[in-house]
């Protein structure tokens, strides 16, 4: 049996930024926007681009990720001709392998691609933000009989040296690339998503598997590897939302961009005519009290707002008890912010508790408060 493309999301890395946020889950399991997770994106991306396969790559902390992925029934990725599958790294003769970088971890499951015969491998990142189809991407890789098409996201110049920056040709022919360069050549970043052609792509892998200096990485190896080799690469440029969330600041932005009121943006905006799927929360309905004060905010079922909450995303089962400020804040699921307690600029992460009373202001930066340990079946 042969598919003409599968798709292989890469979601085992720790998330260290984001603190005590991914201290007992993985990132991509992390809450977003009130009502989803972070890996919700990436797998509504697939489904909405019609992608029947998809493997998760799972590592740090993946019971709550492994859970909530199941078979793929909330992506509609369950059925006869289409699946869902967690890819942990597998134990075998030579003993327990932990993935090594990126690219082993596509490596280290060559033997589910080759059960697959796909004709391309879509490669992605399960820890950013962003809805689309792949479909443009795919026909310009197929179009130009390219080996490799990465996703470009055009930057500003002064923030190009946080990324891998991408040179390309006015035909759009990857000419260079160069990781966190100094001095960027260029403003288009590398999305870390790829298109490979499957054969070249595993060419490529067992070669960089043999080399002892290879950190396994598609950015610090394969690519470069590619390119000195002279194959044909190709680059996307990607026009709508992406945020990568790795930060707690910019997870905490690209929550507010979800409000009308930040830049123009919005859910419908961020979105477009795609669809997110997530789970169901399956609570009662939020409960919003006659004294209650509500604006510019996104307040999920099961959550009981009897203060202000004024600029902010507010997830299920969160309690704001009468005279409680929150403010510009995350407030994740099944915290508490008892009466009289100010919460302004911060993320509260799930089951955290704000006393009574008590003031959590961030100045110059975004505060999180964790106090509560992350609930394992969460």
Known sequence: MSEKIVAMILAGGKGTRLEALT???????????????????????????????????????????????????????????????????????????????????????????DGRNPEYVLILSGDHIYSTTYSAMLNMHITNNADCTIATYEVPLKEASRFGIIIADENKNIIGFEEKPAVPKSNLASMGIYIFSYKVLRKALIEDHKRIDSTHDFGKDIIPSMLSEGKKMMAYTYKGYWKDVGTIASLHEANMDLLLSTKGMNLNRIIGENHIYSADTRSHPQYIG?????????????????????????????????????????????????????????????????????????????????????????
């Open 23 to 113: 201290k007992k889950i993985a990132k991509p399991a992390v809450s977003f926007g009130a009502k989803y997770r972070i890996i919700d994106f990436p797998l509504s991306n697939c489904a909405n681009s019609g992608i029947n396969t998809v493997g998760v790559l799972t590592q740090y902390e993946s019971v709550v990720l492994d859970q909530y992925i199941g078979n793929g029934e909330k992506w509609g990725l369950n059925g006869v001709h289409s699946f869902t599958v967690a890819l942990p790294p597998r134990q075998t003769e030579s003993g327990l392998n932990w993935y090594k970088g990126t690219a082993d971890a596509i490596y280290e499951n060559l033997e589910f691609l």
């Open 290 to 378: 006659k004294k209650a004060a509500v604006k510019d905010s996104i307040i999920n079922q099961g959550a009981i707002i009897l203060g202000s909450v004024i600029h902010s995303v507010v997830s299920n089962e969160v309690s704001v008890e009468a005279g409680a400020v929150v403010e510009n804040s995350v407030v994740m699921t099944g915290a508490h912010i008892k009466k009289g307690a100010v919460v302004k600029n911060a993320v509260i992460a799930p089951d955290s508790v704000v006393e009574e009373n008590d003031r959590q202001v961030g100045q110059d930066e975004i505060i999180l408060i964790a106090n509560r340990k992350v609930r394992i079946n969460d």
